[in-house]
Every structure is written in structure tokens, then in C-alpha cells.
């Protein structure tokens, strides 16, 4: 079955500065890729997701890539903010089989 | 609701004792998971139903564990005879079309084993 694998588990970034996450799945069927932000005491939100067909996407703050060939995707965060501390999940499905990784915990530093 | 509601958001059993959580999706969504999210890990899947149908239990790890989904719409997942590795956080999910589509979660139910 799939095998999803996230780093760093945790990671530390002053406020303003760029956070990375990284991904790697072991699936090549598997075709859509979402990233969750869980915060303490509650159930995982969508943030942003891709689709096989694309490379890369972007909403705001806050990007996408994916490599299909190497079987990664990264997160990308811009400009920090403390309200982005919290724990990330990235997740690979296909049909109806979705992997999560086991989670980066993030804190942005004021 | 506005959301996935899942009661009851804390129990705690003594070992042996049969637990059932439920779980409320929004209204109209016909897919429907459930999670279990041990500390500090991500959430590994159970099982699935389309409406009624559960289409994919190969997540359910013994015999003890059972959901069901009679109409479509709630759904409970019982415990029988739990174990200290049953304590995890249960999280629900649903969608409004399998899961290439944004799932949304539950705040879960933490279940507790002593």
C-alpha cells in the first residue's frame, strides 16, 4: 500500500521568514495530494491540495510543487505569521485510499 | 450543521468495557471515513462508506471494531472489549464525493483506555 513520509517533524521559523515541508509518497498511482493544518484540540483543515495533472499551485501565502517522476511535494509558506503555528499533514490518495505523513509540528517565533 | 459533529468528544473506558462513537457528516455529503489518530501521528484510515454502503474496512484493525452508516447519513463505530492500544483519537470525515475531493474533518472523539 502507499507510504507517505514527512520532515522535518518539527519545525521553527522567526515570524516573516519562508517554511518548507517535504513529502515523499511511494504509490505512482496515486493522484492527488492534500495538505492539512491541525490545530490543538481539532480535527484537520484543508489548506491546499494538487491534482497528478499539475505541478504546481498557489493560494496566497501559501504554495504547492509537486514532482511526480522523484514521487515528492513540498508546502511552501511565505511570510510567516504566528497564527501559522500548528501542526501540517500532507496526504497522498488514490480512489478512495488516503495516506497521511505523521505531521510537522511548526512554530513561528514573534 | 454547519459541520462534521462527532459525540461523545471524550470517553474513558476500563479495559474490556464496548465504546460507540458517532458521527454526524454535513448534511449531503455521501462519502463518509473514519480515522484513527494516535499522539503525535498522523491520522491512519479505518474504513469508508458510500451512503450505506461500506465500500473499503481493510483500515478496521481487529475483529473488535464495527461501524456502521444505516441511512446514509450518521454513522457509529463501536469498540467491543477495548484494549489500552484502542486509546487514540477518532476522527470522522465526509465528503461530498469519494476522496479526490476536499474531506472535512470532525474535532474527533479521544477515547481513553485504563
Known amino acids: 500500500g502507499e507510504n507517505v513520509e514527512q520532515h522535518p517533524s518539527t519545525l521553527s521559523v522567526q515570524e516573516g521568514d519562508s517554511a518548507v515541508i517535504k513529502c515523499t509518497y511511494s504509490?505512482?498511482?496515486?493522484?492527488?495530494f492534500p495538505w492539512y493544518k491541525q490545530e490543538l484540540g481539532k480535527g484537520p483543515q484543508l489548506i491546499i491540495d494538487?491534482?497528478?495533472?499539475?505541478g504546481e499551485k498557489k493560494d496566497q501565502r501559501i504554495a504547492v510543487t509537486l514532482n511526480k517522476t522523484a514521487k515528492h511535494f513540498s508546502l511552501h509558506i511565505t511570510e510567516t505569521q504566528p497564527e501559522d503555528s500548528a501542526v501540517y499533514f500532507c496526504?497522498?490518495?488514490?480512489?478512495?485510499?488516503?495516506?497521511f505523513g505523521a505531521g510537522t509540528r511548526l512554530t513561528v517565533k514573534p | 450543521g454547519a459541520g462534521v459533529s462527532q459525540s461523545p468528544r471524550y470517553k474513558v473506558a476500563k479495559r474490556g468495557q464496548d465504546v460507540a462513537l458517532r458521527c454526524d457528516p454535513i448534511?449531503?455529503?455521501?462519502?463518509l471515513f473514519w480515522y484513527q489518530q494516535a499522539l503525535g501521528q498522523g491520522p491512519e484510515f479505518l474504513t469508508y462508506?458510500?451512503?450505506?454502503?461500506?465500500?473499503?474496512k481493510s483500515g478496521l484493525p481487529s475483529d473488535r471494531f464495527f461501524a456502521e452508516r444505516p441511512e446514509g447519513s450518521v454513522s457509529t463505530l463501536k469498540i467491543q472489549r477495548t484494549q489500552q492500544e484502542d486509546s487514540a483519537v477518532y476522527l470522522c470525515?465526509?465528503?461530498?464525493?469519494?476522496?479526490?475531493?476536499?474531506?472535512?474533518f470532525g474535532e474527533g472523539s479521544r477515547l481513553t483506555v485504563l
Open positions: 470525515a465526509s465528503s461530498s464525493g469519494g476522496v479526490t475531493g476536499e474531506l472535512f
Open positions: 462508506f458510500q451512503n450505506e454502503a461500506q465500500l473499503d
Open positions: 448534511s449531503g455529503h455521501v462519502s
Open positions: 504509490d505512482s498511482a496515486s493522484n492527488y
Open positions: 494538487i491534482r497528478s495533472n499539475v
Open positions: 496526504a497522498a490518495s488514490k480512489n478512495n485510499d488516503m495516506r
